[in-house]
């Protein structure tokens, strides 16, 4: 079965400082990967997609993702936090016998002034 | 662009009461998913819709619910009767395709009495 783990629950950074939040996934086939954040009271927004292609992946408010196909990774990264990406933020993959997207338990990335 | 919008943003309601609630995605976006969002069990896929027509509705929990899109710009998700146990975060998201991005509401926040 496809699935996504995100192993920490709660990722602490400075502002200004480079941040990562991990993904790992379990596929079969070639893997469909995202990441989506969702700020309190709000819905998911996306902020970077992962279907072929280059291995470093960029997208929305200046975060980015790696590929890492020998480690079954996809972790985001952002070179300098800000306050206000204080989020709770998922990862995804597309489940390709079902089309539908599998969920990460989530992130909560809090940034500190 | 609206985005995709949900109706009511808030219920609070008695256990045993017939609940609905109501999306509509964003223009010309074809694929329609239905979300609950739980402390206990995180984002769970309920029913997903493509044309107007269900895929998959593996996700429902149980037959107190049930989904309908009538038309490519309306769905609605209720529950009949209404249990404690419903009570969570309810979103629904839109794409131009199944296997394309996903664009989430703001979600409907049900409590259940």
């Known amino acids: 079965a496809q699935s996504v783990a995100q192993p920490e629950d709660q990722v602490n950074v400075a502002e200004g400082n480079p941040l990562t939040v991990k993904c790992t996934y379990s596929v079969s086939g070639n893997p469909y990967l995202f990441w989506y954040v969702q700020y309190p009271n709000r819905g998911l927004q996306f902020l970077l997609k992962?279907?072929?292609?280059?291995?470093l992946v960029k997208g929305s408010y200046g975060f980015e993702a790696e590929f890492n196909k020998s480690q079954t990774s996809f972790h985001l990264k952002k070179p300098s936090a800000l306050v206000s990406d204080s989020a709770l933020y998922f990862c995804?993959?597309?489940?390709?016998?079902?089309?539908?997207?599998?969920f990460g338990t989530g992130t909560r990335l809090q940034v500190f002034p | 662009d609206a985005g995709v919008i949900q109706s009511p943003r808030h219920e609070v309601t008695e256990m045993g009461q017939e609940v609905t609630l109501r999306c509509k995605p964003i223009?010309?976006?074809?694929?329609l998913f239905w979300y609950r969002q739980t402390m206990m069990r995180g984002l769970e896929l309920l029913i997903y819709?493509?044309?107007?027509?269900?895929?998959?509705d593996s996700g429902m929990p149980e037959d107190r619910f049930s989904a309908k899109m009538p038309n490519a710009s309306f769905s609605t998700l209720k529950i009949q009767p209404s249990e404690p146990r419903d009570s969570a975060v309810y979103f629904c998201?839109?794409?131009?395709?199944?296997?394309?991005?996903?664009?989430f509401g703001p979600g409907t926040r049900l409590l259940v009495l």
């Open positions: 223009s010309g976006h074809n694929s």
């Open positions: 992962y279907i072929t292609g280059d291995n």
């Open positions: 819709f493509n044309n107007n027509v269900p895929i998959d």
């Open positions: 995804a993959v597309r489940d390709i016998n079902t089309d539908k997207l599998i």
């Open positions: 998201a839109s794409s131009t395709g199944s296997l394309e991005t996903q664009y």
